[in-house]
């Protein structure tokens, strides 16, 4: 207790020093003033108006920064809100809002989630400068993320192409029984031209020559090439942002193959989740040969489960099924960042399997529904590890990729060394699209049957609801849902990665589409994939 009061005195006299030469170092018109810059700023230096922008262009390849000027610490304006508690405590509840206008009307508003600024920033800055939009480095600070959900939420359909002008206002906020803002600390505005949607000529823009490969050979099909030049042409002026490759298979022949951004027919591509698909198919190639009896199959069948934390019968329940359809009732959900079982509290852990099978359940939030769970799919594929001799690694290297042809990949281990079926497998654009084809072969492959056909069947299924999705579902570790074109309408199975990655599976249509890109940690990335599906792909090959 002493070390932690000295700890918060220390802190407060660091801030209050910091205070004191802010009012001598920043020239006063800066105080309480926000910046706009297209590079990042050294605060150090003198910050002269000369060196903010007035006005900007704003297309697909803009940067833009914010330096935000402030009187005093957010921790001491904390402070005036919720005066009975302390910097770490504050920094715990609290934290900066963001108002965003366009045009003099308010688009969007949100409070940043605490501890991003840490608590030593809190209280310590006074001036910082941090990336709204920085292409290069996509995804990577806490401002960014404000952005983006801007841009999600009313900001893209508000900078339409044209003149606008931006405000932003900062505000501190402090959460406890209820949501208390203070007044504006910081504010700027800046003028913008907006042209987001670039003059395309498509007779500059030629497709790549479409090449054999193994076990994929070349298709004759026709279709409309104007389409697909438009796409690419699209993909080229970050239009669709961060993309690395489009291909498609129709009737399992190579109908495009086109690659953006440094990669190539060789690049190994890291797909994130879209790995997860893989324990599913290995599930099922695993009961063929007798290591899994059932998807019934309870956890306490493969692990002394009085040996982990928060034994119960009903843990000892949990099925095979419930992991491979995400609807365990495991207290562990990606999209909550306050969840138990959160992946991101899984991977500084020494032993994953220990961490997921320690979680508590949580029977009331979860009774059979879908809740996205890293961890249970990263445990059904170590359990899978576990049963079938010579481990995971082997076995799906000569049960499943050696009769696909797929030589060159790489996946990601766990701490047991283990495959880590939670996602991140690597390979190139073709292999992935083999493995799509698989399942639109029901499984066979050059003749053989390399997944039950059954199994495929009962993966490419709708298992269960996908929570807060109208007319989606979940299979086997397959996603599904309704795509448009026209007054028609094309159902899909895929498997999806974080910063849009995808393998899609069409059930009516003999088409396969691999998109391949790394805008992780983006909100734009899934929505964007689905849109050159539905205004390029689909037009162009139907």
Known sequence: MYQSFRKSVLLLIIAATINHLSAQTLKQPYAGRILFTEKQLDITDSIGQKQALQKLLVTNKTNLFITVFLKK??????????????PDSLSKIGNYQFSFTVDDRLIYRTELMPGAP???QQQTDVTWCKPLIDNQHEGGWWSQSAWNRFMFNGGDSALTDGPHLLKISIRPYVKTQTLIVGDIIAEGQLALIVKRNPDINTKKTQ?????SYEGLPVSADVFDKEKIKELKSYIEADVFRHVTSVVALKNGKILLEEYFNGSSRD???DVRSVGKSFASTLTG???RDGYIKSVQQR???FYV???YQNYSSTKARVTLKELLTMSSRFDGNDDDAGSPGNEENMYPTENWVKFTLDLPLDTVKYNGQWHYFTSGVMLLGSTLDKVIPGGLDKYADEKLFKSLGIKNYRWQYTPQKAPSTAGGIQMNSLDFAKYGQLYANKGRWKGQQVIPESWVKET?????????KKDEYYGYLFWNKIYHHGSKEYEAYYCSGNGGNKIYIFKDIPLVVVITATAYGNGYAHRQADRMIEEFILPAVL
């Open 267 to 269: 690049s190994l591509h």
């Open 299 to 301: 956890l306490d069948n």
């Open 285 to 287: 190639m695993a009961m």
């Open 207 to 211: 497709l790549s020559v479409v090449r």
């Open 73 to 86: 610490t957010l921790s001491s304006y904390l402070q005036e809100l919720a005066p009975s508690l302390n």
């Open 460 to 468: 490419l299924s709708h298992q269960v609801p996908i929570t807060g």
């Open 118 to 120: 840490r608590a030593i």
């Open 305 to 307: 489960l009085k040996d």
